[in-house]
């Protein structure tokens, strides 16, 4: 495999790096901490858990349809701050703001009101989400062109979003922890001014810091305007039909799709196998165990797996690298059989370095061959695109999600698994074991099928950048 050593201009300076992550770890830690608080809904304010699932599902199906429009706009923006900063700036202190207000509910208020208001709220926080997030993904696209480097700076963002699911299991502990709030409302409301305001100040520090990179040609991007909204509605859905047209793209999407959805699916698994078949139903014996096995997971991806990925990828490619995380990832989910053992509680955390090669293996490598599909996307149709390949990129995610949550339901329900009972039987605690191991392990290999024939190596990237090059000339940061 040739090697091409990464040139000192195209480093991207430790401190952006660093400031690149800290959008991430808001970008992470508010959908992490958003599942823990969804939990207040139907625990402590007593609303219908049909009407709580309507408040997760209608703000995101807003959220993934505005994510391709987001991503148009960023990149066809023009203004002396960039196309993308701006909107990172404007989308962290609406979703900041929004996060803290949409949990001031009490359970004296009617089930009606609390509904319509979170919902209400919720829809400004994911129409601020998406003015954020998806233009912090583009960004860190075009942070770099150097085959490697994407990679590292992929490293570093994902090991910082990793923080987020450190932290976020421990916020129901927090919130449910009477010592601390008289009651769990309470403390939502309280805490979630300090998860908004810390995620504010994180998700405006790429805004602040970051450089954008300058594209010659500035002339491409289409001229957005109210008048000339049919010319950019028609331009918008050339480039939909660009993006999915483009094979290596859509061989990672489908890839993400396979192994996030089999990572979503079971996700919740794992605390209902802790405390049932553990602890035989017994709560508060369960005690701390799952928050413990969430923090130790994200720790072992962050410190141990995206190390590994990174160097795996210098090495030996991205597609290689990532077709092993995910086949060390399948023997993770294997000795959960063995690990999840009542006699020993403390085998659960054995196939944790394992299993965390999945996720840990997928967005670091996935975010870096984004940024390289880009630039053969620019090569083929002449315009980079980075907001639009980054938005259908998480909309396949949060398709996948969607679909996970669905799924999840209805495996439990398959499995036996009776809400209602402290206690499961036998039975549905095997079969929900099965399940929590052949899942994620069906989809890990539908992936490595699917990505098989990925083919922009480290050569064909090097390629594809003189080419550029030799066209349009050199990118280079904004001053």
Not at 308 to 336: C, D, H, P, Q, R
Not at 371 to 378: H, I, P, R, Y
Not at 443 to 453: C, E, G, P, Q
């Amino acid at each position: 495999m040739v090697h091409y050593k990464t040139r000192t201009e195209d480093l991207v300076p430790f401190g952006q790096k660093i400031a690149f992550g800290s959008g991430h770890l808001a970008n992470q830690l508010f959908p992490a901490a958003l599942g823990v608080f969804m939990v207040v809904l139907v625990m402590s304010l007593n609303m219908n858990p049909v009407l709580a699932g309507i408040l997760g599902a209608l703000p995101r199906l807003l959220d993934a349809l505005t994510d391709p429009v987001m991503g148009f706009i960023s990149d066809n923006t023009r203004s002396k701050w960039g196309r993308r900063k701006p909107y990172i700036l404007l989308g962290s202190v609406i979703t900041g703001v929004s996060f803290m207000v949409m949990w001031q509910l009490n359970p004296e208020n009617s089930q009606t009101y609390n509904f319509f208001y979170f919902l209400i709220v919720s829809i400004f926080f994911y129409i601020g989400y998406t003015i954020f997030a998806t233009p912090l993904i583009g960004l860190g696209y075009e942070m770099t062109p150097d085959y490697n480097e994407r990679t590292r700076l992929m490293a570093v963002s994902q090991l910082m979003g990793q923080i987020a699911w450190m932290i976020a299991p421990w916020f129901w502990v927090i919130i449910y922890d009477p010592s601390i709030f008289d009651s769990a409302p309470e403390g939502a409301r309280t805490l979630s001014i300090w998860v908004g305001a810390i995620c504010m100040v994180l998700g405006i520090m790429p805004a602040l810091f970051n450089k954008e990179i300058i594209v010659p040609d500035k002339e491409e991007k289409a001229s957005l305007s109210l008048k000339k909204l049919a010319a950019n509605t028609k331009e918008f859905l050339k480039g939909i039909k660009l993006t999915i047209r483009n094979r290596s793209f859509m061989r990672l999407c489908g890839a993400t799709f396979f192994i996030f959805n089999g990572f979503q699916t079971i996700a919740q698994f794992s605390m209902f196998i802790i405390v049932y078949y553990l602890f035989n139903g017994d709560k508060v014996a369960a005690g701390t165990w799952p928050a413990w096995f969430g923090t130790v997971s994200a720790m072992a991806t962050a410190f141990v797996v995206i190390p590994i990925v990174t160097k795996m990828s210098e090495n030996w490619g991205k597609k290689k690298a990532f077709v092993v995380a995910t086949a060390i990832s399948i023997i993770g989910y294997a000795l959960k059989w063995w690990g999840f053992n009542p006699e020993n509680p403390w085998l659960i955390f054995m196939p944790i370095p394992f299993l965390s090669f999945g996720i840990g293996g997928l967005f670091t490598l996935m975010m870096s061959m984004t940024a390289d599909v880009c630039d053969l996307d620019e090569l083929n149709n002449g315009k980079r695109r980075e907001g639009m390949f980054g938005a259908v990129y998480w909309w396949m995610v949060k398709l996948g999600t969607a679909l996970a949550l669905l799924t999840s339901g209805i495996v439990l329900h398959m499995v036996g698994f009776d809400e209602s009972l402290d206690q499961q039987s036998a039975e549905a605690l095997t079969n929900l074991r099965v399940a929590d191991i052949i899942i994620p392990i069906g989809t890990a290999l539908m992936a490595i099928i699917i990505i098989w024939k990925y083919d922009i190596t480290e050569g064909k990237a090097h390629q594809i950048r003189e080419k550029l090059i030799s066209v349009r000339g050199k990118m280079h940061h904004q001053e």
